[in-house]
Protein backbone atom coordinates (compact mmCIF):
# COMPACT_ATOMS: atom_id res chain seq x y z
CA UNK A 1 0.00 0.00 0.00
CA UNK A 2 1.68 3.35 -0.74
CA UNK A 3 1.69 6.35 1.46
CA UNK A 4 -1.37 7.89 0.55
CA UNK A 5 -3.04 4.70 1.14
CA UNK A 6 -1.88 4.23 4.31
CA UNK A 7 -2.77 7.72 5.33
CA UNK A 8 -5.96 7.50 4.30
CA UNK A 9 -6.56 3.93 6.35
CA UNK A 10 -4.90 5.74 9.20
CA UNK A 11 -7.44 8.66 9.28
CA UNK A 12 -10.71 6.22 9.12
CA UNK A 13 -8.98 4.36 11.85
CA UNK A 14 -8.78 7.32 14.59
CA UNK A 15 -12.42 7.06 13.62
CA UNK A 16 -13.54 3.86 14.77
CA UNK A 17 -15.00 2.51 17.64
CA UNK A 18 -13.48 -0.90 17.63
CA UNK A 19 -9.93 -1.21 15.72
CA UNK A 20 -11.53 -3.21 12.20
CA UNK A 21 -14.78 -1.88 11.68
CA UNK A 22 -15.67 0.28 8.65
CA UNK A 23 -18.74 1.22 7.95
CA UNK A 24 -20.15 3.24 4.66
CA UNK A 25 -22.95 4.49 3.03
CA UNK A 26 -23.93 2.20 -0.42
CA UNK A 27 -27.26 4.36 -1.93
CA UNK A 28 -29.47 4.90 1.68
CA UNK A 29 -27.89 1.82 2.99
CA UNK A 30 -25.20 1.03 5.34
CA UNK A 31 -22.19 -1.85 4.47
CA UNK A 32 -19.63 -2.79 7.08
CA UNK A 33 -16.20 -4.15 6.51
CA UNK A 34 -14.52 -5.98 8.98
CA UNK A 35 -11.09 -5.16 8.59
CA UNK A 36 -8.88 -7.76 9.19
CA UNK A 37 -6.19 -8.59 6.00
CA UNK A 38 -6.37 -11.68 4.10
CA UNK A 39 -9.62 -12.89 6.31
CA UNK A 40 -12.17 -9.71 5.99
CA UNK A 41 -15.75 -9.82 5.97
CA UNK A 42 -18.11 -7.57 4.11
CA UNK A 43 -21.05 -7.52 6.24
CA UNK A 44 -23.69 -6.83 3.29
CA UNK A 45 -23.35 -5.48 0.00
CA UNK A 46 -25.88 -2.33 -0.43
CA UNK A 47 -27.59 -0.83 -3.00
CA UNK A 48 -27.23 -2.28 -6.77
CA UNK A 49 -24.54 0.18 -8.72
CA UNK A 50 -22.33 1.22 -5.30
CA UNK A 51 -19.56 -1.25 -6.81
CA UNK A 52 -17.55 1.82 -7.20
CA UNK A 53 -18.07 2.69 -3.80
CA UNK A 54 -17.10 -0.91 -2.50
CA UNK A 55 -13.93 -0.10 -4.29
CA UNK A 56 -13.28 2.76 -2.70
CA UNK A 57 -14.36 1.27 0.84
CA UNK A 58 -11.61 -1.26 0.33
CA UNK A 59 -8.55 1.18 -1.06
CA UNK A 60 -9.79 3.19 2.43
CA UNK A 61 -9.26 -0.16 4.51
CA UNK A 62 -5.67 -1.20 2.64
CA UNK A 63 -7.00 -4.07 1.40
CA UNK A 64 -8.24 -5.85 -1.39
CA UNK A 65 -11.31 -7.49 -2.87
CA UNK A 66 -9.37 -10.53 -2.97
CA UNK A 67 -8.63 -10.29 0.96
CA UNK A 68 -12.53 -10.83 1.58
CA UNK A 69 -13.12 -14.66 2.46
CA UNK A 70 -16.92 -14.10 3.48
CA UNK A 71 -20.02 -12.05 2.74
CA UNK A 72 -22.42 -11.64 5.62
CA UNK A 73 -26.47 -11.12 4.91
CA UNK A 74 -27.93 -9.42 7.65
CA UNK A 75 -31.08 -10.22 5.84
CA UNK A 76 -31.94 -10.76 2.02
CA UNK A 77 -33.86 -7.14 1.20
CA UNK A 78 -32.54 -5.37 -2.20
CA UNK A 79 -31.07 -2.36 -0.40
CA UNK A 80 -28.56 -4.90 1.46
CA UNK A 81 -27.71 -7.55 -1.17
CA UNK A 82 -27.73 -4.96 -4.84
CA UNK A 83 -24.17 -5.83 -5.11
CA UNK A 84 -23.81 -9.41 -4.50
CA UNK A 85 -23.10 -11.04 -7.77
CA UNK A 86 -20.40 -8.82 -8.14
CA UNK A 87 -18.52 -9.00 -5.15
CA UNK A 88 -18.47 -12.58 -5.40
CA UNK A 89 -17.19 -12.74 -8.44
CA UNK A 90 -14.56 -9.89 -7.45
CA UNK A 91 -13.74 -11.43 -3.95
CA UNK A 92 -14.34 -14.97 -4.57
CA UNK A 93 -16.02 -15.10 -1.11
CA UNK A 94 -18.71 -17.32 0.47
CA UNK A 95 -21.76 -15.92 1.05
CA UNK A 96 -23.44 -16.51 4.34
CA UNK A 97 -27.52 -16.24 4.89
CA UNK A 98 -30.02 -17.42 7.66
CA UNK A 99 -31.66 -20.24 7.31
CA UNK A 100 -35.12 -18.72 7.58
CA UNK A 101 -33.53 -16.55 4.44
CA UNK A 102 -31.65 -18.92 2.21
CA UNK A 103 -34.80 -19.64 -0.11
CA UNK A 104 -35.68 -16.28 -0.34
CA UNK A 105 -32.25 -15.63 -1.80
CA UNK A 106 -31.93 -18.91 -4.27
CA UNK A 107 -35.68 -17.95 -5.54
CA UNK A 108 -35.18 -14.56 -6.02
CA UNK A 109 -38.12 -13.32 -3.55
CA UNK A 110 -38.16 -12.06 -0.07
CA UNK A 111 -41.69 -10.58 0.80
CA UNK A 112 -42.02 -6.73 1.43
CA UNK A 113 -41.73 -5.72 5.28
CA UNK A 114 -44.89 -4.95 6.86
CA UNK A 115 -45.03 -1.20 7.45
CA UNK A 116 -45.82 -0.31 11.22
CA UNK A 117 -47.46 3.35 10.67
CA UNK A 118 -49.82 4.90 8.25
CA UNK A 119 -47.56 6.07 5.73
CA UNK A 120 -45.32 2.83 5.83
CA UNK A 121 -48.15 0.51 6.03
CA UNK A 122 -49.76 2.26 2.89
CA UNK A 123 -46.27 1.80 0.99
CA UNK A 124 -46.41 -1.92 2.01
CA UNK A 125 -50.24 -2.16 0.78
CA UNK A 126 -49.66 -0.56 -2.20
CA UNK A 127 -46.36 -2.54 -2.68
CA UNK A 128 -47.67 -6.35 -2.00
CA UNK A 129 -50.30 -4.85 -5.00
CA UNK A 130 -48.44 -3.49 -7.26
CA UNK A 131 -45.23 -4.73 -6.69
CA UNK A 132 -44.78 -7.42 -4.54
CA UNK A 133 -41.61 -8.43 -5.95
CA UNK A 134 -40.09 -4.78 -4.80
CA UNK A 135 -37.95 -6.05 -1.41
CA UNK A 136 -36.19 -8.78 -3.62
CA UNK A 137 -32.52 -9.92 -4.46
CA UNK A 138 -31.05 -11.18 -7.21
CA UNK A 139 -31.70 -14.88 -7.26
CA UNK A 140 -28.81 -16.81 -5.84
CA UNK A 141 -27.65 -19.41 -3.90
CA UNK A 142 -25.64 -19.31 -0.69
CA UNK A 143 -22.97 -21.05 0.53
CA UNK A 144 -23.05 -21.61 4.55
CA UNK A 145 -26.23 -21.42 6.25
CA UNK A 146 -26.66 -19.87 9.28
CA UNK A 147 -29.34 -22.12 11.94
CA UNK A 148 -28.51 -19.60 14.96
CA UNK A 149 -25.24 -19.20 15.43
CA UNK A 150 -22.06 -18.67 13.73
CA UNK A 151 -18.77 -18.44 14.60
CA UNK A 152 -16.19 -16.59 12.83
CA UNK A 153 -12.88 -18.01 13.98
CA UNK A 154 -12.27 -19.63 10.98
CA UNK A 155 -11.90 -16.34 9.63
CA UNK A 156 -9.39 -15.17 12.78
CA UNK A 157 -12.34 -13.01 14.36
CA UNK A 158 -13.18 -13.55 17.49
CA UNK A 159 -17.02 -12.83 16.93
CA UNK A 160 -20.33 -14.71 15.93
CA UNK A 161 -23.42 -13.81 13.83
CA UNK A 162 -26.62 -14.53 15.69
CA UNK A 163 -29.98 -14.59 14.95
CA UNK A 164 -31.66 -11.13 15.64
CA UNK A 165 -35.48 -12.18 14.60
CA UNK A 166 -38.29 -9.39 14.14
CA UNK A 167 -37.24 -7.23 10.92
CA UNK A 168 -37.40 -10.22 9.07
CA UNK A 169 -37.78 -14.22 10.01
CA UNK A 170 -34.34 -13.98 8.81
CA UNK A 171 -32.52 -11.44 10.22
CA UNK A 172 -28.98 -11.42 11.41
CA UNK A 173 -26.41 -9.74 13.03
CA UNK A 174 -22.45 -9.89 13.90
CA UNK A 175 -21.40 -9.49 17.55
CA UNK A 176 -17.64 -8.35 17.84
CA UNK A 177 -17.32 -7.93 21.42
CA UNK A 178 -19.13 -5.03 22.65
CA UNK A 179 -19.76 -3.85 18.83
CA UNK A 180 -23.24 -4.93 17.36
CA UNK A 181 -23.42 -4.88 12.69
CA UNK A 182 -26.86 -4.59 13.21
CA UNK A 183 -28.51 -4.92 9.70
CA UNK A 184 -31.90 -3.34 10.25
CA UNK A 185 -32.23 -4.70 13.72
CA UNK A 186 -31.56 -1.39 14.76
CA UNK A 187 -32.01 2.05 12.62
CA UNK A 188 -30.94 5.13 13.33
CA UNK A 189 -32.58 7.60 10.78
CA UNK A 190 -32.54 11.63 10.99
CA UNK A 191 -35.65 11.82 12.95
CA UNK A 192 -34.44 10.33 15.68
CA UNK A 193 -36.05 6.60 15.11
CA UNK A 194 -34.35 3.21 15.66
CA UNK A 195 -37.22 0.91 15.65
CA UNK A 196 -37.97 0.33 11.77
CA UNK A 197 -40.70 1.79 10.19
CA UNK A 198 -40.89 -1.85 8.34
CA UNK A 199 -41.51 -4.93 10.52
CA UNK A 200 -42.98 -8.36 10.12
CA UNK A 201 -43.09 -9.09 13.89
CA UNK A 202 -43.12 -5.97 15.59
CA UNK A 203 -43.21 -7.82 19.14
CA UNK A 204 -40.65 -10.28 18.03
CA UNK A 205 -38.09 -7.43 17.31
CA UNK A 206 -38.88 -5.64 20.78
CA UNK A 207 -38.10 -9.36 22.22
CA UNK A 208 -34.60 -9.42 20.03
CA UNK A 209 -33.86 -5.92 21.64
CA UNK A 210 -34.32 -7.08 24.89
CA UNK A 211 -31.85 -9.98 24.40
CA UNK A 212 -29.25 -7.38 22.71
CA UNK A 213 -29.69 -4.87 25.75
CA UNK A 214 -28.31 -8.00 28.10
CA UNK A 215 -25.54 -8.31 26.06
CA UNK A 216 -23.43 -5.28 27.40
CA UNK A 217 -23.24 -3.90 23.63
CA UNK A 218 -22.21 -0.12 23.47
CA UNK A 219 -22.16 0.79 19.77
CA UNK A 220 -24.70 -0.19 17.22
CA UNK A 221 -23.64 -0.20 13.16
CA UNK A 222 -27.19 0.59 11.81
CA UNK A 223 -28.01 -0.87 8.44
CA UNK A 224 -29.08 2.98 8.02
CA UNK A 225 -27.96 5.84 9.50
CA UNK A 226 -24.98 6.17 11.61
CA UNK A 227 -23.65 4.16 14.37
CA UNK A 228 -24.60 5.16 17.42
CA UNK A 229 -24.50 4.14 21.30
CA UNK A 230 -27.07 1.60 22.05
CA UNK A 231 -28.35 3.45 24.60
CA UNK A 232 -30.03 5.61 22.06
CA UNK A 233 -32.77 3.07 21.60
CA UNK A 234 -33.97 2.54 25.11
CA UNK A 235 -36.39 4.88 24.52
CA UNK A 236 -37.53 3.64 21.35
CA UNK A 237 -38.28 0.68 23.46
CA UNK A 238 -40.25 1.96 25.88
CA UNK A 239 -42.32 3.79 23.45
CA UNK A 240 -42.93 0.86 21.25
CA UNK A 241 -43.59 -1.39 24.33
CA UNK A 242 -46.48 0.51 25.38
CA UNK A 243 -47.66 0.86 22.26
CA UNK A 244 -47.68 -2.98 21.64
CA UNK A 245 -49.49 -3.61 25.15
CA UNK A 246 -52.27 -1.38 24.24
Given at each position: MNKS??????????????PG??????????VALI?????????????????KKLRILFRE???????????????????????????????????????????????????????QGKYSGFITRLG????PSYASPRAFTADLIN?????LKE?????????????????????????LIAGDTFLNLNNGRIFPPFVNEPRLLLETWEKLFQLKIKTVYPGHGKRFNIEKAYSDYERWKKK???
Amino acid sequence: MNKSGNSVFLENFKRMTTPGILQKKIGFSNVALIVNGANSILVDTGVRGGMKKLRILFREAGIAAEDIRLIILTHTHYDHTGNLQKMVKLSGAKVLVHKNEFENLKTGFTPIPDGQGKYSGFITRLGKKVYPSYASPRAFTADLINSGEFDLKEYSIDGKVISTPGHTSGSQSVLLGDQLIAGDTFLNLNNGRIFPPFVNEPRLLLETWEKLFQLKIKTVYPGHGKRFNIEKAYSDYERWKKKLEN
